[in-house]
């Protein structure tokens, strides 16, 4: 275990997202603020409260978890295609660092900036809105597990990924369908049941659904059930992301 | 002596078919200043990349200060220094922590090396450029960072592809001087060229390399002395047609007004060669002796100029 390099490649992830807040940070919460004032305010007021929740809190869980989501998966299959594309992952594939150990420093990058998104959004809503947290703990922990999750699979997206291209596509076809369905601004209880039935396969649903237990106490899935589902993926996406990382696929010839 | 690199029946097929390395063997001993000489496409950076883990064996073993590459990749990879050919740099970060972090990732904290990355700042002329990011620096700045930068984890090796490729004659002798410097000081150095002079000048011994075989081995010296290439190089009034047949029974070339007459001890045979000439009618206008270089030992074990 090489762990000065380890706490070297995580220290470089991190400062790299902290020196792009313009784009790592800032823009999660800008559309945070538009998305209480627009929907929460205005439509808000229409939909009414949800399970005795007034709709302005209903949503903020589900907008935390969207920018977690989006910013640890966009964190890791970036810095990796950058690394790849300018060729400079080749002054980290030549140290003594495992495929392991450089991919776990990715993943731990892309969580810490899912998790500051996320906290970041959670303490603008309670400014804007005047929420307050039910379970603060249980929240932390909904927070680093999602983003090591989408960390882990930012990372495999950056492996199989030979242009910036694959990346977007991946996002707008795949991640923000599931976001969206997976019940940022509405319960499943709203839905008809055939939709009812397929929201329950996607495992956004059960993470979003985690965080509003632990932010207001209320949620459409047990929590316990929310965490296992997402720590599973985390697992799987972690494993396959580190073995083909070690393995060299799409990485060294 | 003990080896700093052992590289044994090595083979590499790339995905697509291209057989780059037919099963090479070499073998360098620790303190020694070695040169990969070769065209480009010969096998020299396939042979770099599995060396320092950026490229998979398909089949042999290298081994660096006795650690296996694959097996042993941490302990190999923190004898190594690698310069590579090409510079590309994370460029979302100054020269400054770009070393720190180099140094992290070979283990060493960044703290313990303040003093030598100021020091190497220093020596390749970069100290007013620490904050800097590497797009900003010119194309031979970036060339003298990447190699401070290979250097910050002490390596007991130095490994550089191609290290004065496009660099200006100025930088070119500096690079020479400070690398002669660091070999004196007991670091292994091994360096791939195709420039036959910079072999010459720094080798304590080459290998030559085509196609993907190490074609031979040996000091400089000794390839040129091996297939020895002196002559007379004669220019001519005329095509000199005349001179050619005057000089019947030695290795001639004729290009236009100019002949090349290979002999060994040249300068014993200019009066016999140049009074057969001038017999014959031919005015000779210039003379000069040829020495065997590296370039003709090349040509003449693989039958095509290295530049070719």
Known sequence: MNRVGFLTLVGREVKRFLSLYNQTLVPGLLTTVLYIIVFGNSLGSRIGPIKDVPYMHYIIPGLAMMNVITNAGANSSSSLIQAKMLKFLDDILITPLGGLEVSLAYILGATLRGFLNGVLVILVGMAITGMSVAHPLEALVFLVVVGWTFGAFGLLVGIYARTFDNIQMLMNFFITPLVFLGGVFYSIDMLPPVWRQISLFNPLYYMINGLRHALLGIGDTPALGSLLVSLAMAALFTVTAATLFTRGYHIKE | ?308
Request: charged share 25%; proline share 3%; aromatic share 6%.
């Open chain 2, 1 to 308: 002596m003990a080896l700093a690199v052992e590289i044994r029946d090595l083979r590499k097929r790339y995905r697509g078919g291209v057989e780059a390395l037919l099963g090479i063997n070499l073998e360098v001993p620790e303190g020694e200043f070695f040169g990969l000489l070769g065209p480009n496409g010969a096998g020299k950076t396939t042979t770099i990349g599995i060396t320092t883990g950026l490229v998979r064996p398909t089949s042999g073993t290298v081994q660096v200060m006795g650690h296996d590459v694959v097996t042993d990749f941490r302990a190999a990879r923190r004898c190594i220094g690698l310069a590579a050919q090409e510079l590309n740099f994370d460029w979302f970060f100054s020269l400054e922590d770009l070393m720190r972090f180099q140094a992290g990732y070979y283990g060493v904290p960044p703290a313990s090396v303040k003093e030598r990355a100021l020091q190497l700042f220093e020596e390749f002329g970069l100290m007013d450029k620490r904050a800097v990011k590497p797009r900003e620096l010119s194309g031979g700045m970036k060339r003298r960072f990447q190699i401070a930068r290979s250097l910050i984890h002490d390596p007991d090796i130095l490994i550089l592809d191609e290290p004065t490729a496009g660099v200006d004659v100025e930088l070119r002798h500096m690079l020479w001087d400070y690398l002669a410097r660091l070999n004196r000081e007991g670091k292994t150095i091994i360096l791939t060229t195709h420039y036959i002079e910079e072999a010459e000048l720094l080798c304590d011994r080459v290998a030559i390399i085509d196609g993907g075989q190490i074609i031979t081995t040996g000091s400089p010296a000794a390839l040129v002395a091996g297939q020895n290439r002196d002559g007379l190089v004669l220019e001519l009034a005329g095509d000199g047609a005349a001179a050619a047949a005057a000089l019947d029974g030695y290795e001639l070339t004729r290009e236009e007004g100019r002949l090349t007459v290979t002999v060994s001890r040249p300068e014993l045979q200019i009066a016999e060669i140049v009074n057969r000439v001038t017999a014959a009618g031919a005015t000779v206008q210039d003379l000069t002796i040829h020495r065997t270089t590296l370039e003709d030992v090349f040509m003449s074990l693989t039958g095509h100029s290295i530049d070719a």
